[in-house]
T-cell receptor
């Protein structure tokens, strides 16, 4: 399968713990995005990378969130000291410059208890 | 500021009926892109179509058709002869022209239920 893959698909964690999600984009795509989707809402943009450079971060991305894309391939999103308000679906997407839109993975559903 | 409004929260139709999903957008950009995505229960957002702001030609692709009207800032999506497999949440999204970078503004989605 050559689509965007995310791991894990589901994560349950206790409040205060750190969690890390991984995203593997479509191999030739140089742009990678992270979005967050809460129940009943559309996805909201968090951040994006062009190759290994993180070019933009939304104000939604608090200091507890950090994203990396070493070597311009896979990306990780870490949330430190999780809060119940972090419970959401975290979606990763990738695109190729000039191509018709971004392609999304199946997401990681985070539940903070 | 950019905004996408999908006023229909949920629509239920009987299989084989036609259904139109509405999308109204706001932007001050002169060049922008509009998209429709489908989100089945599995969670993945499936790309359906993109339109750029200077291409108002409407299109039919199989059972899907799109109606883009800049004069009313609308980008509506129609499914003809709906099927149970069309049941999903459909999102309309707007992206300004950033040279192939897609920072979407999504609407809140319309849940479509197609009943057998």
């Amino acid at each position: 399968d050559t689509g965007v893959s995310q791991d894990p698909r589901h994560k349950i964690t206790k409040r205060g713990q750190n969690v890390t999600f991984r995203c593997d984009p479509i191999s030739e795509h140089n742009r990678l995005y992270w979005y967050r989707q809460t129940l009943g809402q559309g996805p909201e943009f968090l951040t994006y990378f062009q190759n290994e450079a993180q070019l933009e971060k939304s104000r939604l991305l608090s200091d507890r969130f950090s994203a990396e894309r070493p070597k311009g391939s896979f990306s990780t999103l870490e949330i430190q000291r999780t809060e119940q308000g972090d419970s959401a679906m975290y979606l990763c997407a990738s695109s190729l410059a000039g191509y018709w839109g971004a392609f999304f993975g199946q997401g990681t559903r985070l539940t903070v208890v | 500021a950019q905004k996408v409004t999908q006023a229909q929260t949920e629509i239920s139709v009987v299989e084989k009926e036609d259904v139109t999903l509405d999308c109204v957008y706001e932007t001050r950009d002169t060049t922008y892109y509009l998209f429709w995505y489908k989100q089945p229960p599995s969670g993945e957002l499936v790309f359906l179509i993109r339109r750029n702001s200077f291409d108002e030609q409407n299109e039919i692709s199989g059972r899907y058709s799109w109606n883009f009207q800049k004069s009313t800032s609308s980008f509506n999506f129609t499914i003809t002869a709906s099927q149970v497999v069309d049941s999903a949440v459909y999102f309309c999204a707007l992206s300004e022209d950033q040279g192939g970078t897609y920072k979407y503004i999504f609407g809140t989605g319309t849940r479509l239920k197609v009943l057998a």
